[in-house]
């Protein structure tokens, strides 16, 4: 019998790609399938690509309904997952791929969300410095924002190294599967379809303190970072283009140097040979995060560009890898470094 696992938020995309991971994954097994409006009808008329599950009926989302298992994967809308989860019981491991519990500050959680705050779990980024080890053996983990995977695994190395001053400017392009299935006007295909545009200019997208937290941490002091975020005509994946002003001193080499040794042993983290640029395309149904870097010098900055596939590494991918950390499994289990080219 393998470990008793149920998906609520099953019929949405984040739902759909665990489920495509967790049904090639050696320990899991699949229960409950729980959504919303969509409960009772079968998964098969949502996920067509799951042939395997194709004929389960979806449950309402309720602590019922996911009662008796060991672990709750939730893909539910932000501010959806806190209070159900304040339901669940203390033995189970819940994996949030939500926002509600990434952020460790009640006043940024409201200023950005409009809601009161859930609380703060482990964060499932295990490659930052210190976080796999708190991932280890916790009931409770708060899966990362698609684009703060990204900008994170980006830029922490030169932070953690002490080359970067706390001077962040990014501008990502992300896929429309970023956005979720439901309706939405500005994702209709004609408004989407050959053209790429800006979106949450001026510091208000979410994803913004969640990203000021995470480079916070390892820089040891406040980092501002300046985000816009870009609509791509694409399904999936995100391309970063992050920089940060270079500290005086700072050289091509010790750059390179410095990501060399943060990428070192990391599964799912690779530095590009040097020449060649992240491309969406290299990650494409891959638990991988692909960095190139360098110094520009006339600027005085470093410039880090990052590739994830947002559903994978950036959502589904890293839940089950930080799960597999919190279960005591290999960290890689069931997870593929191999993309889907051209
Ligand atoms: N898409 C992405 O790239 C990423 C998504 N995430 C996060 O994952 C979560 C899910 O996102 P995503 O899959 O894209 O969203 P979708 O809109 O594609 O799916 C949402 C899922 O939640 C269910 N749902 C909606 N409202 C309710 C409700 N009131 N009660 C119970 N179930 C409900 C839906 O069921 P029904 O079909 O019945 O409406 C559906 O299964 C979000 O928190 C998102 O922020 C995180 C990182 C990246
Ligand atoms: C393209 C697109 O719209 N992307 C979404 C990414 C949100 C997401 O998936 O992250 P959460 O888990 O924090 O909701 C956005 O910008 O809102």
Redesign the pocket.
């Known amino acids: 019998m393998g470990i008793r696992t149920a998906v ?10 665990l489920l495509r991971i967790l049904a090639g994954h050696p320990e899991f097994e699949i229960g409950a399938l ?6 009772g ?1 079968e998964l098969g008329v ?1 996920q067509p690509h799951l042939r395997s599950l194709a004929g389960r009926v ?1 449950a ?2 309720t602590p019922d309904t996911l009662a008796g298992h060991d672990v709750v994967f ?5 501010g ?2 806190g209070p159900l989860a304040a339901q669940l019981g203390g033995d189970v491991l819940v994996v ?5 519990h990434r952020l460790t500050d009640p006043a940024a959680w409201e200023a950005f969300y409009g809601t009161p705050h859930a609380g703060t779990w482990p964060y499932g980024l295990p490659e930052l410095p210190g976080r796999r080890d708190a991932l280890r053996s916790t009931g409770r983990i708060a ?4 684009y703060p ?1 990204a900008v994170s695994l980006a830029l922490f190395p030169a932070f953690a190294a002490g080359l970067a001053e706390p001077d962040v400017v990014v501008v990502a392009a ?2 429309t ?6 309706l939405k006007p500005h994702l209709l295909g004609s408004e989407v379809m050959g053209s790429v545009s800006a979106y949450a200019v001026g510091g208000v997208h979410r994803h913004t303190p969640e990203m000021t937290q995470n480079l916070s941490a390892v820089a040891g002091e406040e980092v501002t970072v300046s985000f816009t975020p870009t609509l791509a005509p694409m399904s ?1 994946g995100i391309l970063a283009t992050c920089t940060a002003k270079a500290r005086p001193g700072v050289t091509a080499a010790t750059l390179r140097a410095a990501y060399g040794d943060a990428c070192a042993g990391e599964p799912f983290l690779g530095l590009l040979p040097e020449g060649q640029w992240p491309a969406t395309s290299m990650t494409l149904g891959a638990n991988t995060a692909l960095v190139q870097v360098a110094l520009d010098e006339a600027a005085g900055r470093i410039i880090a560009v990052v590739a994830i596939d ?2 994978a590494k ?2 589904a991918g890293g839940a089950v890898q930080s799960a597999n950390l919190a279960l005591g499994l290999p960290e890689e289990l069931g997870l593929t470094t191999i993309g889907v080219s051209p």
Do not use: F, I, K
């Open positions: 609520a938020g099953a019929s949405g995309y984040a739902g759909g790609e729980t959504a919303g409006s969509n409960a009808t949502h979806l309402e989302t939730l893909a539910l809308p932000h959806q997952s949030d791929c939500g926002a509600d899966v990362p924002g698609c995977t992300s896929g599967s970023g956005a979720g299935r439901s999936r947002n559903l950036g959502t």
